[in-house]
């Protein structure tokens, strides 16, 4: 008798520029970054699945369409759920409906507007399907993790479950798909880590709401963001850094017009260009979570210091060229 793990990891990301806007079918860039989410799965003879994620303290059994929380209480419910229809996407590519345990670990924050969600699911059905040798494109991968990413936030764009996949940088178009984009220089930034942990589900309904109320202004501002995004995915591949810098300062400004900022990203985002970042702004939903600061080498100390200064986490990161990957494990 042996006993066979599929181990998974996936990136996590940053979005460079067009967040929100993306979910009105605008443009957007993204970039997987050198963070990932790690996930085990093995089988059980009982027929239940069972998740443990160690970041997110929580724990529970999914079984005969009940729940029983293990750590976490019933909020593990909401937290764990999502993972499980991960994993029923791809029990649709096969008749063996198995017991399984699946084990999360992962390195991105969450909240932060990094990607830790996708990222987890997109890793959770690469393993599942390895362990049960089910051959998945990645186009497959990306559909059956962004299922799992509509029953967190009503209305996503896919962007994060596509550069979680894919790897590398992509420019994204919401139900069109995306092109990779090769950099001619590489991009070098610092992350500010704001803290303050808030829903993505929440951030994009009160940008929604706000569009609803003002569409004849807000309309305007998410074209703009669709034609600075076609202009900065040109400046990437051509290696026009100062060009991106530049680009995503406006975009920062639309996306403060559109109420996805904070005075504490502001702060972040402020101590960055002071401190010699070519461009800053916040990543993923706002509100809350993280900035990027574009940087050239020779400032990434300045502007990592100056971050801290101002209340931030900073961390440089790089991008992940790699997607979605997997690794075997034995025991006897
Ligand atoms: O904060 P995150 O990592 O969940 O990123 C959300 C990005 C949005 O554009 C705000 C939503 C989406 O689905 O594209």
Known sequence: MFTVEATASAPGKVILVGEHFVVENEPAVAMAINRRAYVTSSLRDDGAIYIKSLNLKASGFFKGGGFKPEVGGFEAFETLNPIKVAVEQVFKFTDKIVGLNILIDSQIPVGAGLGSSASIFVATVKSVADLLKIKLSKGDVFKAAFEAEKVVHGKPSGIDPAISTYGGIIAFRRG???????????????LGDSGIRRSTRDLVQ???????????????????????????????????????????????????????????????????????????????????????????????????????????????????SKGVSVSYRKLN
Request: glycine share 12%.
């Open 176 to 190: 069109e798909g995306f092109i990779p984009i090769k950099s001619k220089s590489s991009i070098t930034l610092v």
């Open 206 to 320: 009160k940008v929604q709401k706000l569009k609803n109320s003002y569409p004849n202004i807000l309309n305007p501002i998410y074209h703009a963001a669709g034609h600075l995004a076609i202009q900065a995915a040109q400046a990437i591949r051509d290696g026009e850094i100062e060009k991106l810098g530049e680009l995503m300062n406006i975009n920062q400004g639309l996306l403060r017009a559109v109420g996805a900022s904070s005075q504490e990203l502001e702060n972040l985002i402020y101590a960055s260009l002071k401190a010699g970042a070519l461009g800053a702004k916040l990543t993923g939903a706002g509100g809350g979570g993280c900035i990027i600061a574009l940087v050239k080498a020779k400032d990434v100390k300045n502007v990592a210091k100056e971050i801290r200064k101002a209340g931030g986490r900073a961390m440089t990161i790089r991008e992940a």
